[in-house]
């Protein structure tokens, strides 16, 4: 069956950056684009990119341009989030998710 | 970036039927995704594509959509139905989006 199983929690302190893995299994990796979806606590769920796994293509929400890098490790089966500059409000939890099946998701807490 | 707007919250008596809609002006061209999310668990798609319910989804979760609304609608709600729901589409620009989601409440 298909599963997401991603990286643990993580506390980093403002400024720094966090890099989430996503490992896939159950499915043929390169056949479906992972997406990078995250919620801070109490609010709505965020897109924040793609990327396609076949050619390595990303796209990536505006609000994210700049500070969010998606990468894909095709012999690991593996996406890679990574967030930069990170700040109090990127305090979240992010999901990877083919859209049809999503990871378990993984707790990001930025704080001094 | 397109916008999906939903109603923030809604109640439905247990067994009757509830709609939840979603606003945005993506959905005259791509069809809406549905997630249903319950506290502290990851969401899961309940529909997807033009009106498509994956395996082990009850057939009381179905889809519809007109112009620029798409709609869920459960009939005969059930105590586990109590969740957030959240409509998805992509735009035009190859983005997707998710909606500012729908809390059900089944009394």
Redesign the interface.
């Known amino acids: 069956q298909v599963q997401l199983v991603q990286s643990g929690a993580e506390v980093k302190k403002p400024g720094a950056s966090v890099k989430v893995s996503c490992k896939a299994s159950g499915y043929t990796f390169t056949s479906n684009a992972m997406?990078w979806?995250r919620q801070a606590p109490g609010q709505?769920?965020?897109?924040m990119g793609?990327i396609n796994v076949g050619n390595g293509n990303t796209?990536?929400?505006?609000k994210f341009q700049g500070r969010v890098t998606i990468t894909r490790d095709t012999s690991a089966s593996t996406a890679y989030m990574e967030l930069s500059s990170l700040r109090s409000e990127d305090t979240a939890v992010y999901?990877c998710?083919i859209?049809?099946h999503?990871?378990?998701?993984t707790l990001v807490t930025v704080s001094s | 970036?397109s916008e999906l707007t939903q109603d923030p919250a809604v109640s439905v008596a247990l067994g009757q039927t509830v709609r939840i809609t979603c606003q945005g002006d993506s959905l005259r061209s791509y069809y809406a995704?549905w997630?249903q999310?319950k506290p502290g668990q990851?969401?899961?798609?309940v529909i997807?594509g033009k009106k498509n319910r994956?395996s082990g989804i009850p057939d009381r979760f179905s889809g519809s959509s007109s112009g620029n609304t798409a709609s869920l609608t459960i009939t005969g709600a059930q105590a586990e139905d109590e969740a957030d729901y959240?409509c998805?589409s992509r735009d035009s620009?190859?983005?997707?989006?998710?909606?500012?989601?729908t809390k059900v409440t089944v009394l």
């Open positions: 997406h979806v709505r769920l965020e897109w793609w796209k990536y929400s505006q999901y998710a859209l049809s999503w990871g378990q998701g | 970036s995704s997630y999310q990851a969401p899961v798609v997807y994956p959240y998805n620009s190859g983005k997707e989006v998710f909606g500012t989601g």
